[in-house]
Structures are given as C-alpha cells and as structure tokens.
C-alpha cells in the first residue's frame, strides 16, 4: 500500500510535531514547507530573501514559489513511494497543483488526515511556542493573521478531499503520544 498523505489543520494543532513522529513510524519523509521556507530563510539563499516578506507577516507565499519548491522536493527519490505532506496544500488552487504534480508522476494522494483543534487551544498553545523557539510569525497580531488564512483559505480544502471521500479527521487534543497513536490508527483504517 503506497503512503502519499497530506496532514492539514490549523497553525497550533500540532501539525509539525505529528507529521514528523507519524512519517517516521511510517517510514516516508515529512516534507514541511514552512520548514523548506525557514531553511533557506536562514540559509540567506535567493529563495529565502523572496519569501520572507511573506512568512514574517504570516501572509501565504505566492502559489508560483510555493509550487515550484514542492514539485522539487517530491521529485527527490526518498518520496517516491510516500510522503507526508505538512502545510500543504494551503489553498484550494494548490490541491490542484498537488493533483498535478502527482498525476505527471503516475501517481495519486491516497490520504488526507485532518487534525482537529479549536482557535481558543491553538493561540495559548502558540504563543508558548513563540516563548521556545523564537519564531518571527509567533507574535499574537501575526498568529490572530494566520489564523485568519487558515480558515479563509485553507479550512475549505478539507471539503475537497472530503468530497473526494480522501479525508480523514483525527482530535488534535491529548497527550502528544495519544494524538500520533490516534493519527496512525485513524490512517490504518482508513488504507490499511
Ligand atoms: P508553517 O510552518 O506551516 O506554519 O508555515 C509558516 C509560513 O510559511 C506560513 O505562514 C506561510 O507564510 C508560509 N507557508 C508555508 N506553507 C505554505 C504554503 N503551502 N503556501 C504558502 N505559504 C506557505
């Protein structure tokens, strides 16, 4: 049974954090593009200086940046039997580019796993986090922004895998080892 996922839910939920324990008890990388993005932000590269200005006010990258850089990562051997996508898609216009890009590949999504999580969780828990890592985008104005996109731009694409019958939800609240036990089990019935 081959593993292309994409993990969605709202900044907070614990994405991040899952996508990397659920990848690695699956054997398949978590390719995160706010991570790809953070990287080359510290890495001063040309991609980096040009989405800066987006990732630091919590505003989403340009599609033509964004796409470019999964299709790269995707086409690294280490995906090529599965994936665990984390921060993408973002928007509905990048399920379809994700359609696209799989479909040139011959290949097709067989999950996506939705974390659940309210607002009212989510902002503390940020906020925590901005003490710990130090991140740009952690300030309240900018969670409170990129709160805002999540549900006005990204909150809709789990309706399109829904309809698809692709979505999966899984509660985002617990224990860090409950919710990575709950999300396995959930994929496991799900494809098996
Ligand atoms: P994340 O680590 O997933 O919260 O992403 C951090 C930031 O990177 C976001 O607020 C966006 O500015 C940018 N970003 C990450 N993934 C995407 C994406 N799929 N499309 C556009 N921008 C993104």
Known sequence: ???RLVLL??????KGTQAVRVAEALG???????????????GGTPLGLKVQEYTSRGALVPDSVTNDMVRD???QPDAA????????PRNVA??????AILADAGVALDLAVE???DPEVVVPRLLKRAEIEGREDDTEDVIRHRL?????ETAPIAAVYAGRGLLTQVDAIGEVDDVTTRLLASIDTAIG
């Open 115 to 117: 974390l659940e999580a």
């Open 28 to 42: 398949i990388p978590a390719i995160s593009t706010g991570d790809l993005f953070r990287a080359n932000i510290k």
């Open 94 to 99: 990048q399920v379809s580019e994700l359609d």
């Open 1 to 3: 049974m081959s593993r």
């Open 148 to 152: 805002d996109v999540y549900a006005q």
């Open 9 to 14: 839910g709202a900044p907070g939920a614990g």
């Open 81 to 88: 039997d599965g994936f665990l996508l984390d921060g993408y």
């Open 73 to 75: 990562r995707l086409a």
